[in-house]
Every structure is written in C-alpha cells, then in structure tokens.
C-alpha cells in the first residue's frame, strides 16, 4: 500500500469507511431497542398516574405493565415490576436488562425506573 504523491494512502479511507459502516450498522441494531424502551418508560409513567388516581390494585398495575412492555418488546417479567400501594400514594419501579446484541458483541443495557403518583379522584 503505498502512498501516492499527495501524500494519502488508500488505508485510511478503507478505514474510515469501515468505521462509518461499523457506526451505522451498531445504530441499525441499537437504536430500534433502546428507543422502545424509553418509549415503554413513557407510557409506564402515564399509566402509573392514572392507576393512582383512579386506585388501580397492584396485581392490575403490574398486568397492564406486562401487557405494555410486550406490546413495545421489551424483556420485562413480573419479578423486574414492584409496586407499593399506600393508602394516598403509588409507588412502581421497574428494573430489567435490555440485552444487545451486536453478532459479534453482546451488551446488556441496565434499564431502571421509578415512577408515583398520588391517589385522589378526577370526580
């Protein structure tokens, strides 16, 4: 591989092109995930609230979580969903692992989230 007379060598550009190849190829199997998941993050703290105001119980929150985390793809079991009901307040965290996988390198991405809402009524 030599160098012509502009001083440039053929390697760098394979190179650079291989790296934006890698990029896009990464994005292509990474972004589709991960955006899901923030997007179930989205609609799991709308519907926390909503369970709070209207005194959803615990075994309907955690349903409707599963049915929604399903629904966007997401990993999610009921052992990764708690939820603590008091009498004026809802609390649920959600933690699961969104695995990665890249064919030639696997990820697990930790996904973590607390979301409350206080108990009342919209009457």
């Given at each position: 591989?030599?160098?012509?007379?502009?001083?440039?060598?053929?390697?760098?550009?394979?190179?650079?092109?291989?790296?934006?190849?890698?990029?896009?190829?990464?994005?292509?199997?990474?972004?589709?995930?991960?955006?899901?998941?923030?997007?179930?993050?989205?609609?799991?703290?709308?519907?926390?609230?909503?369970?709070?105001?209207?005194n959803w119980?615990?075994?309907?929150?955690?349903?409707?979580?599963?049915?929604?985390?399903?629904?966007?793809?997401?990993?999610?079991?009921?052992?990764?969903?708690?939820?603590?009901k008091t009498?004026?307040?809802?609390?649920?965290?959600?933690?699961?692992?969104?695995?990665?996988?890249?064919?030639?390198?696997?990820?697990?991405?930790?996904?973590?989230?607390?979301?409350?809402?206080?108990?009342?009524?919209?009457?």
């Amino acid at each position: 591989m030599g160098i012509n007379a502009k001083g440039e060598s053929k390697v760098g550009c394979l190179l650079a092109i291989l790296l934006l190849l890698l990029a896009i190829y990464i994005g292509f199997i990474g972004v589709p995930p991960y955006y899901n998941s923030v997007q179930f993050f989205d609609e799991s703290e709308a519907l926390v609230t909503r369970a709070a105001v209207y005194n959803w119980s615990e075994k309907k929150v955690t349903e409707s979580l599963l049915d929604l985390g399903h629904k966007l793809s997401q990993p999610i079991t009921e052992e990764n969903i708690k939820v603590n009901k008091t009498r004026n307040n809802m609390v649920v965290e959600i933690n699961y692992i969104l695995p990665l996988d890249f064919g030639f390198y696997k990820y697990d991405l930790p996904r973590n989230a607390r979301f409350s809402g206080l108990s009342g009524s919209l009457r």
